[in-house]
């Protein structure tokens, strides 16, 4: 069982930068691949990010460029680096674990919401 909180999450103008941050329980944390999703109101949930065990990486293609995805094993931490932020950024963005490089896991977390406006 693995159990996710993210945090980070606020308010920033256009063009600018936040770092969100979830903080995983879990001592084989390090072998799960891991992601981030978003959901903007009246929108399904979909992929921002996700990064193996073994650093390979998939963004979706509105945020290449933009958005950074990283871990710290030994911190059980995976953290959403999003720069040059854009008003359709804002959304509540979730933490995911497991699945794989092309695969959705089964745990999430409760969400951080990301508002991007002037």
């Known amino acids: 069982q693995v159990q996710l909180v993210e945090s980070g999450g606020g308010l920033v103008q256009p063009g600018g930068s936040l770092r969100l941050s979830c903080a995983a329980s879990?001592?084989?944390?390090?072998?799960?691949?891991v992601g981030w999703y978003r959901q903007a109101p009246g929108n399904q949930r979909e992929l921002v990010a996700r990064?193996?065990?073994?650093?390979?990486?998939n963004y979706a293609d509105s945020v290449k460029g933009r958005f950074t995805i990283s871990r710290d094993n030994a911190k059980n931490t995976v953290y959403l680096q999003m720069n040059s932020l854009k008003p359709e950024d804002t959304a509540v963005y979730y933490c995911?674990?497991?699945?794989?490089?092309?695969?959705?896991?089964?745990?999430w977390g409760q969400g951080t919401q990301v508002t991007v406006s002037s």
């Open positions: 995911n674990a497991g699945g794989n490089l092309y695969v959705t896991g089964r745990y």
């Open positions: 879990g001592s084989i944390f390090g072998t799960y691949a």
């Open positions: 990064l193996t065990s073994g650093g390979s990486t």
